[in-house]
């Protein structure tokens, strides 16, 4: 497990402090780092100009006023920061996210200007893609820019400055479980492989917003229940198999129903029913069937018992 920032240029010794978030916790600083932080933030360019014009200054110097801009927004400093030889490296867009979503789409348009594609990779060669799930602007800005939405972090985590997997369902599984349906569609539309994973799953097994998973059974609102199931019919009318079996290194639940199950969802089990699901094929953590009574959700074994009786 590395720094955050390990991958900056080091240039000189005391270079190694500005691989993390917080120089001065691990190592001096010159006199100038206050004042020129400040002013990354809070401006004015002025001072980081006179700074920038007067100090010899490393590009992993740069590259901490760089982050300290970019969470505060400041796009000019930005741009002059850039141009004056900050680096941007695997890290370094995460930090757009803190800041509105006017200012994301005009700091992404610049970096674009210095290299910077949504394709670029993080560690472990994880794209963005995924992260703009919840903001229809955004997603639409990095398709738009060329997203590509198969790529993303390698399956098995093994360099982690290496490229992205080429067949993954990172941002389509995203969508599924935190985004709306439309944006779903929007990957689906941008060329997402269904077959590279399990979105129906995610979708299947989308739990409320700060639910524990492990604080008993889950027991979602009917709205929360019902969201999903818009974007479990987009999926399946594009080619979803409601039975797919995930397969994994993992011990996993491995059908989209038990996912359900789990979740407390009733509505999407039944969803899932009436399209064909087999709440009784056995995965590595039993069958859907199964688990409802080891869980004791008697709406969900009643759904199964009504709607699975006909079929199986």
Request: hydrophobic share 40%; charged share 20%; glycine share 8%.
């Amino acid at each position: 497990m590395g720094s955050k920032y390990d991958d900056l240029p080091m240039l000189e010794r005391a270079d190694i402090i500005f691989i993390g978030e917080n120089p001065k916790s691990v190592g001096l600083v010159p006199a100038f780092f206050g004042p020129f932080e400040s002013a990354c933030q809070h401006g004015p360019l002025s001072i980081i100009q006179s700074i920038v014009s007067s100090k010899n200054l490393t590009p992993a110097f740069l590259h901490h006023g760089l982050t300290r801009a970019l969470r505060s927004g400041n796009i000019e400093i930005v741009r002059y920061l850039l141009v004056s030889g900050a680096p941007i490296v695997r890290e370094t867009p995460s930090n757009i996210f803190f800041v509105t979503l006017e200012q994301q789409i005009a700091l992404f348009e610049l970096f674009t200007q210095h290299g910077w594609t949504p394709n670029t990779p993080g560690y472990y060669g994880s794209t963005l893609l995924p992260r703009t799930v919840n903001s229809l602007p955004l997603l639409r800005w990095f398709i738009d820019h060329g997203a590509n939405p198969n790529l993303g972090v390698q399956k098995t985590t093994h360099d982690r400055r290496g490229g992205p997997d080429t067949s993954s369902c990172a941002a389509l599984e995203a969508a599924a479980v935190r985004g709306g349906v439309e944006a779903v569609r929007m990957i689906l539309d941008a060329g997402a492989k269904i077959q590279n994973g399990v979105p129906l799953h995610y979708a299947a097994g989308a739990r409320s917003p700060g639910a524990n998973p492990r604080a008993g059974r889950a027991v979602p609102s009917r709205e929360s229940d019902t969201s999903r199931i818009p974007i479990m019919a987009l999926l399946v009318d594009r080619g979803a198999d409601v039975n797919q079996r995930e397969e994994s290194r993992h011990m996993v639940p491995q059908y989209a129903i038990v996912h359900a199950v789990m979740a407390g969802a009733v509505e999407r089990v039944k969803w899932l029913l009436e399209h064909g699901a087999d709440p009784y094929i056995r995965g590595s953590w039993g069958s859907a069937a199964e688990h409802a009574r080891t869980s004791g959700n008697e709406e969900i074994i009643k759904v199964i018992e009504e709607l699975a009786t006909e079929k199986y």
